[in-house]
């Protein structure tokens, strides 16, 4: 690697702007060596083209990645036992079990109760009146309450998951001990949650899971607390993130924000645009590590590198969407790469996609004069963690 | 020799997630327009190939017993 080499992940002086150290990248040096804040060296991926070829390039691989002494970004790396830390075809084996209950088909069928949850939630909020907390009141509740049902969770302990999840994508916000706390107490909840369900069969995504591993021996007991947690928490972290982030991109650009009130069919596009367009979370997708030597973007990565795709950096590259940088709710393309690409690709991405679509199709159609409650230079931005957001979202109508 | 299997991708429904080229990197590719091709129309049977048919997102995924012409996926399962 170069002598010289950046801190990642960068810094952003306005929140949810893109680094500018990215554009100079993508132009000049597209995979560029850098340091993270563990100390570990990585190769970041900067054009659009390269990020994807990274994505299915098998010998750039997660199971690598995971093992002790592999460059990571956070404190805690990923369980090995993990459906994220594994490569094919160990990784199809588990994502074999749980694909069947996120396709695009299931997914339509869940349309008309997330509405409902949405209306319920919308109702609740109106009721207590202004100001409201839309993380509190929406961006939250609704993800988690969506996934829970269907893995079959008692969502009355969310705000334990909530808790739990933020630790995992702790950097400095929580000590190596507190994440690992917050891992082993998400463990035995789940443990005991599968106890009970093996008394008592569902027909829930947890139920069909257990029927996997006690019927079928088609996963360890390891792999089956951890599918339910990974599951639980990619299905809601994300999501009410992105549903926080979106208003506030949607709240700094108000002519746009009117066309969508307006004109709502053009939401579904408007959703993949504010995916492509607005970073969730500070370090990009989950980093890979080469098995054998390979050449990408011009750069020789040496077996036992490691290799960070920078998908904000991708979803901002002019060759693949023009204009880039700005904006543009009525953009009809629709190949971010948001959920990421290849074998990994986001297990949930319909589900966010619907739910998105529903949240902000209701919050505008309901709440036209919906703003913040206060400037928006004072808001509060997580710190001492690879998530972007706002701690709270005030809004008043 | 068992039949060898017809692989047949529905471009409408493509979303170009690339789970079926990264699954099955022998068997698919997906193209600068974000839609998946199967590399070749019809090859031996292999657990790999009907793996990545079912983990696509969209099931837009199909694969046919070229001889007797029955499905391999989707099959009753889903």
Redesign the interface.
């Known amino acids: 690697m170069s002598e010289k080499k950046l801190a990642f992940p960068f810094v952003t002086p306005v929140p949810l702007e893109l680094p500018g150290e990215y554009a100079g990248l993508r132009t000049q040096q597209p995979v560029a060596a850098v340091i993270l804040p563990t100390g570990d060296p990585a190769w970041l991926v900067t054009r659009y083209t390269d990020v994807?070829q990274l994505?299915?390039d098998?010998r750039l691989s997660r199971a690598a990645a995971v093992q002790s002494g592999a460059p990571r970004c956070n404190q805690v790396g990923p369980d090995p036992d993990s459906i994220v830390s594994k490569d094919?075809?160990e990784?199809?084996r588990l994502?074999?079990l749980v694909?069947?209950a996120?396709?695009?088909?299931r997914i339509e069928a869940m349309r008309p109760r997330i509405a409902r949850l949405v209306e319920v939630l919308l109702d609740a909020m109106e009721e207590a009146g202004r100001p409201a907390d839309l993380i509190d009141r929406l961006a939250f509740p609704l993800p988690i309450t969506v996934i829970c049902e269907l893995l079959g969770i008692p969502e009355i302990d969310r705000n334990r998951f909530r808790e739990w999840s933020e630790a995992f994508m702790s950097t400095t916000a929580h000590s190596v001990d507190a994440v690992r706390t917050a891992q082993a107490r998400f463990e035995g909840y789940l443990t005991e949650l599968i106890k009970d369900k093996r008394a008592h069969p569902t027909e829930d995504l947890l139920g069909v899971l257990i029927a996997a591993r006690d019927t079928h021996d088609r996963l360890t007991e390891k792999e089956l607390v951890n599918l339910g947690m990974t599951v639980l928490v990619a299905g809601f972290e994300t999501t009410a993130t992105q549903i926080a982030n979106f208003v506030v991109t949607l709240l700094r650009h108000p002519d746009q924000l009117a066309q969508l009130r307006a004109e709502p069919h053009l939401i579904p596009d408007a959703i993949e645009e504010l995916l492509r367009y607005v970073p969730r979370r500070s370090d990009g997708g989950a980093i890979r590590v080469a098995v054998e030597d390979v050449e990408l973007g011009g750069v020789t990565i040496r077996a036992g590198e490691a290799v960070i795709p920078a998908i904000g950096s991708a979803n901002r590259d002019g060759i693949q969407f023009p204009d880039a940088d700005r904006l543009d709710l009525t953009r009809t393309d629709?190949?971010h790469l948001a959920?990421g690409?290849?074998?990994?690709?986001c297990?949930g991405?319909?589900l966010a996609r619907v739910e998105m679509q529903i949240v902000f199709g209701a919050l505008l159609r309901r709440f036209p004069g919906l703003h913040l409650a206060v400037p928006e230079a004072d808001l509060t931005w997580r710190i001492g963690t690879l998530v972007l957001s706002p701690v709270t979202l005030p809004v008043t109508w | 020799m068992a039949s060898q299997w017809e692989i047949d991708v529905d471009v409408d429904r493509c979303?170009?997630?690339?789970?079926c080229?990264?699954?099955?990197?022998k068997y698919f590719i997906?193209s600068n327009d974000?839609k998946s091709r199967p590399r070749a129309r019809v090859v031996d049977p292999d657990e790999?190939l009907s793996?990545?048919a079912?983990?696509?997102?969209?099931?837009a995924i199909t694969i046919t017993e070229a001889d007797s012409r029955l499905p391999v996926v989707p099959d009753d399962?889903?």
């Open positions: 994807r994505y299915t098998p094919p075809p990784h199809t994502r074999r694909a069947p996120f396709t695009a088909r629709t190949s959920f690409f290849g074998s990994h690709h297990l991405a319909q | 979303i170009g997630s690339g789970m080229a990264g699954t099955a990197p997906v974000r790999t793996d990545a079912f983990t696509c997102p969209v099931e399962d889903r």
